[in-house]
């Protein structure tokens, strides 16, 4: 018997029983659709990633309030309140910009509150209070009006800049400019406009307020600590020594002896972005490991439902054993019906995990994420390589017991 007639047999007897061949290779589809999908969820993020800290810049340096290990996030990331970061911090940056490389440095002090214009309201809306130097640190232009100064900042001065989408949420196609909106009990008169610029930093700027920092701290939310702080480096080979500077600054400033009492984290955008690489690919090591026992699972599962096949075909296999068939014969076909069905699984689960993957990338790109859609070759590879192992190890056992059926005991098995 050649390879072709035990191909075909092999499709007839799996046809024969559909639904069985479905279930044997669910578990199968289940697990390489998972592989498939966290592969390409893993590099949509890795790519998300990038963008965000791309748009900061690869000449920011990012000072976050609280201490963390080297190769990881501060607690003011996840949303603990830590209140080391000060306006005097600020200022002491400030003065020695020139000897720290630094061209601007700002502070920031972000908050929700509920936001008025006429009969237009957001709720929880955000807004964060910055330093004059904003527009130097971030490289924001702006469409309309102009940036705050100074003055306006030490005076406490009730001013807003709008992000592109908050303002035409507020008047749609009307003019902003010396309009007034109410943030909480306050009243802001609108001085500027900024152009689109999309998420930054896993935040929609363009829904976002500005206002002097001064005016976020001491009016708005009634206190005196930073959100953060950011310097722009005034040329990108002195960020390691920029960054080294602006610790020994902060650590005098904050009266430290040592760097294991540090109360601050002092990042680059390189930095970050490998931090964020190394968190994603954990992440995505991590929930491989777990599609992994649902593919031991699923080969399981096929070896189970085989041996029930082999059982059932007792007399099938003893018929062909005594018209000439060899155990090798029938090993092959056993085989080949193992292999089909992983194969077919393995396809299946691909196509599902890419048209899940493709969906996750829709709803992020709509919450205005740069997100991409990456099924990569290699994971293709990788999953069908996989369930044809899989095939051929939990195979074997089955058919091996198969093509050992002494064809008279087959043959009288009811």
């Given at each position: 018997m050649n390879f072709v007639s035990i191909f075909q047999l092999s499709l007839k007897n799996l046809r024969a029983n559909p639904l069985r061949s479905f279930l044997t290779m669910l578990g199968l589809i289940i697990g390489i659709g998972s592989v498939v999908l966290i592969m390409s969820v893993g590099a949509g993020a890795q790519v998300l990633v990038l963008s965000q800290?791309?748009?900061?810049?690869s000449d920011l340096i990012g000072v976050l309030p609280g201490a963390s290990d080297a190769k990881g996030p501060p607690a003011s990331v996840f949303g603990i309140q830590v209140k080391t970061l000060i306006n005097d911090d600020i200022k002491a940056l400030q003065d020695s910009a020139g000897s720290l490389h630094l061209k601007a440095v700002a502070g920031y002090a972000q908050g929700q509150a509920k936001m008025v214009y006429e009969d237009r309201v957001v709720e929880g809306g955000s807004f964060m209070g910055v330093s004059a130097t904003y527009p130097q640190v971030e490289n924001v232009?702006?469409?309309?009006?102009?940036?705050f100064t100074p003055a306006d900042d030490d005076g406490l001065a009730r001013v807003a800049?709008?992000?592109?989408?908050?303002?035409?949420?507020?008047?749609?196609?009307?003019?902003?400019?010396?309009?007034?909106?109410?943030?909480?009990?306050?009243?802001?008169?609108?001085?500027?406009?900024?152009?689109p610029r999309g998420t930054v930093a896993f935040a929609n700027q363009d829904k976002m307020v500005l206002m002097p920092l001064l005016t976020a701290q001491k009016v708005m939310l009634g206190w005196r600590h930073l959100s953060l702080i950011r310097a722009k480096v005034d040329n990108a080979i002195f960020v390691d020594s920029a960054i080294d500077g602006v610790k020994q600054l902060l650590r005098a400033q904050h009266k430290i002896d040592s760097t294991a009492d540090d109360d601050f984290s002092v990042r680059a955008a390189a930095q970050a972005i490998d931090m964020l690489k190394t968190i994603t690919s954990a992440f995505s090591f991590f929930l491989a490991a777990i599609a992994a026992i649902s593919l031991l699972v699923g080969g399981i599962g096929i070896m189970n439902i085989m041996l029930v096949a082999v059982t059932e075909r007792y007399r099938e296999i003893g018929l062909r054993k005594a018209v000439g068939a060899t155990s090798a014969h029938v090993l092959k076909q056993f085989l080949l019906e193992t292999i089909m069905i992983t194969?077919?699984?393995?396809?299946?689960g691909i196509v599902g995990g890419a048209i899940i993957s493709w969906f996750i990338s829709i709803v992020v790109?709509?919450?205005?994420?740069?997100?991409?859609?990456?099924?990569?070759?290699?994971?293709?590879i990788v999953a069908v390589a996989v369930g044809t192992f899989i095939g051929l190890i939990f195979g074997?056992?089955?058919?091996?017991?198969?093509?050992?059926?002494?064809?008279?005991?087959?043959?009288?098995?009811?």
């Amino acid at each position: 018997m050649n390879f072709v007639s035990i191909f075909q047999l092999s499709l007839k007897n799996l046809r024969a029983n559909p639904l069985r061949s479905f279930l044997t290779m669910l578990g199968l589809i289940i697990g390489i659709g998972s592989v498939v999908l966290i592969m390409s969820v893993g590099a949509g993020a890795q790519v998300l990633v990038l963008s965000q800290v791309n748009k900061i810049g690869s000449d920011l340096i990012g000072v976050l309030p609280g201490a963390s290990d080297a190769k990881g996030p501060p607690a003011s990331v996840f949303g603990i309140q830590v209140k080391t970061l000060i306006n005097d911090d600020i200022k002491a940056l400030q003065d020695s910009a020139g000897s720290l490389h630094l061209k601007a440095v700002a502070g920031y002090a972000q908050g929700q509150a509920k936001m008025v214009y006429e009969d237009r309201v957001v709720e929880g809306g955000s807004f964060m209070g910055v330093s004059a130097t904003y527009p130097q640190v971030e490289n924001v232009t702006l469409a309309q009006g102009g940036f705050f100064t100074p003055a306006d900042d030490d005076g406490l001065a009730r001013v807003a800049v709008l992000g592109s989408e908050i303002a035409k949420e507020f008047f749609d196609s009307d003019n902003p400019m010396g309009k007034t909106i109410k943030i909480k009990r306050e009243n802001f008169k609108v001085v500027g406009v900024l152009e689109p610029r999309g998420t930054v930093a896993f935040a929609n700027q363009d829904k976002m307020v500005l206002m002097p920092l001064l005016t976020a701290q001491k009016v708005m939310l009634g206190w005196r600590h930073l959100s953060l702080i950011r310097a722009k480096v005034d040329n990108a080979i002195f960020v390691d020594s920029a960054i080294d500077g602006v610790k020994q600054l902060l650590r005098a400033q904050h009266k430290i002896d040592s760097t294991a009492d540090d109360d601050f984290s002092v990042r680059a955008a390189a930095q970050a972005i490998d931090m964020l690489k190394t968190i994603t690919s954990a992440f995505s090591f991590f929930l491989a490991a777990i599609a992994a026992i649902s593919l031991l699972v699923g080969g399981i599962g096929i070896m189970n439902i085989m041996l029930v096949a082999v059982t059932e075909r007792y007399r099938e296999i003893g018929l062909r054993k005594a018209v000439g068939a060899t155990s090798a014969h029938v090993l092959k076909q056993f085989l080949l019906e193992t292999i089909m069905i992983t194969i077919l699984g393995s396809v299946i689960g691909i196509v599902g995990g890419a048209i899940i993957s493709w969906f996750i990338s829709i709803v992020v790109k709509y919450l205005e994420y740069d997100w991409a859609f990456i099924v990569s070759p290699a994971s293709v590879i990788v999953a069908v390589a996989v369930g044809t192992f899989i095939g051929l190890i939990f195979g074997y056992y089955p058919a091996r017991r198969a093509a050992k059926l002494d064809p008279i005991e087959a043959l009288r098995y009811e």
